[in-house]
T-cell receptor, first 111, second 115 residues
Framework: QKEVEQNSGPLSVPEGAIASLNCTYS??????FFWYRQYSGKSPELIMF????GDKEDGRFTAQLNKASQYVSLLIRDSQPSDSATYLC???????????FGKGTTLSVSS | KAGVTQTPRYLIKTRGQQVTLSCSPI?????VSWYQQTPGQGLQFLFE???????NKGNFPGRFSGRQFSNSRSEMNVSTLELGDSALYLC??????????????FGPGTRLTVL
């Protein structure tokens, strides 16, 4: 059974700091990983995805993938109170027909 | 380009009733996936449709069913509702299926409450 694990948090960081969100996965065959942000009462919003080892940057967000360690992370630089949300990590099943989600990490950015 | 739309946004039903939820994907997207989100279990995959065919089904009882129409719109049905079916039901659309690189975009969800 493929699993995606996240620390539920809450992760609390001060405004302007770097927030680091982590995710591990059990299936070595997983090829790509997606990060979603979900505000309370809203639906998940795709932030970015990564499929190559290393870093991928998009604005204040950097996704990191280490396939050998089966580890994915999302860094948020210059964190803002508006970044306070639950961050979901997801990976596809082998058939590419279903996203398997972690339970999410709640981030709180204090001003 | 309009996003994924879901109707209705809120529903209140009683145990034993059935319910039908609707999802219209982003224009040009042919794959529609359904997920159930609860505080305890998180986001769980229900099923995925592409070209009017169910491609995959999650670990849910047969009371949960769905279909997709030729215009890619999809519906899901839950029969004989139970209290535990209270959840946020999310629909996501993507261009295609069968690839680990398809980005899925979510609709606003339907909040179902079973009394």
């Amino acid at each position: 059974q493929k699993e995606v694990e996240q620390n539920s948090g809450p992760l609390s960081v001060p405004e302007g700091a770097i927030a680091s969100l982590n995710c591990t996965y059990s299936d070595r065959g997983s090829q790509s990983f997606f990060w979603y942000r979900q505000y309370s009462g809203k639906s998940p919003e795709l932030i970015m995805f990564i499929y190559s080892n290393g870093d991928k940057e998009d604005g204040r967000f950097t996704a990191q993938l280490n396939k050998a360690s089966q580890y994915v992370s999302l860094l948020i630089r210059d964190s803002q109170p508006s970044d306070s949300a639950t961050y979901l990590c997801a990976a596809y099943n082998q058939a590419g027909t279903a996203l398997i989600f972690g339970k999410g990490t709640t981030l709180s950015v204090s001003s | 380009k309009a996003g994924v739309t879901q109707t209705p946004r809120y529903l209140i039903k009683t145990r034993g009733q059935q319910v039908t939820l609707s999802c219209s994907p982003i224009s040009g997207h042919r794959s529609v996936s359904w997920y159930q989100q609860t505080p305890g279990q998180g986001l769980q995959f229900l099923f995925e449709y592409f070209s009017e065919t169910q491609r995959n089904k999650g670990n849910f009882p047969g009371r949960f069913s769905g279909r997709q129409f030729s215009n890619s719109r999809s519906e899901m049905n839950v029969s004989t509702l139970e209290l535990g079916d209270s959840a946020l039901y999310l629909c996501a659309s993507s261009l295609a299926t069968g690839s680990s690189y398809n980005e899925q975009f979510f609709g606003p969800g339907t909040r179902l409450t079973v009394l």
